[in-house]
């Protein structure tokens, strides 16, 4: 949907907006390969990759997977030895997030 329609519906009200691109390579960097999110956005809109990314999971997760996203960049930003190896930071945390969820539930 693009903005101006999104606007109509009511998102003018909310003060944050995640990008599907954005979400895409955060949930991406979580459940793939980090080369496929190195490949580019577009890639990850294709039928194969597209259909593992957003499988029906919970809106909470998806949050959790972008604000992990959003935390991991933010500290990457600051040095240029970082800024490719953020990606498998994001695998390695999320991975490791799931252990422990099974683990303790």
């Known amino acids: ?54 499988n029906g999971r919970k809106a909470p997760e998806y949050i959790t997977i972008y604000w992990l996203y959003r935390y991991v960049a933010y500290w990457s930003k600051f040095d240029d030895r970082t800024v490719y190896a953020k990606w498998h930071v994001l695998n390695l945390v999320w991975e490791l997030l799931q252990i422990y969820s099974r683990k303790f539930i």
């Open 1 to 54: 949907m693009s903005k101006r329609e999104s606007v109509r519906y009511g998102s003018n009200k909310y003060s944050h907006k995640i990008s599907k691109s954005e979400l895409a390579r955060a949930v991406g960097a979580c459940t793939l390969d980090p080369y496929e999110v190195r490949l580019g956005a577009d890639r990850l809109f294709e039928d194969d990759v597209y259909s593992k990314l957003f």
